[in-house]
């Protein structure tokens, strides 16, 4: 659980050490951030340097989520 993101729960992949991709659940919807933390242990714990919403109500299914997500992930 994260107070930073209204105490939702989040997961996140680093895109290097101080880019990220965080998935919030905000209650049966995921939302897709890239943010900019000095290190990882500030996830869900700081308000990050950077925050940046991808992709509101992500949906695995629609073309246009997975091509967003897709530009980071390479």
Not at 47 to 54: F, K, R, T
């Amino acid at each position: 659980m994260s107070g930073v993101f209204s105490g939702n729960e989040i997961s996140y992949t680093a895109l290097n050490s101080q880019h990220f991709l965080i998935f919030e659940k905000e209650g049966e919807n995921y939302n897709l951030y890239v943010s900019q933390y000095t290190d990882a242990t500030e996830i869900g714990k700081e308000s990050p340097q950077i925050l940046e919403l991808l992709v509101e109500n992500y949906d695995k299914s629609n073309p246009k989520h997975r091509i967003s997500l897709r530009k980071y992930l390479g």
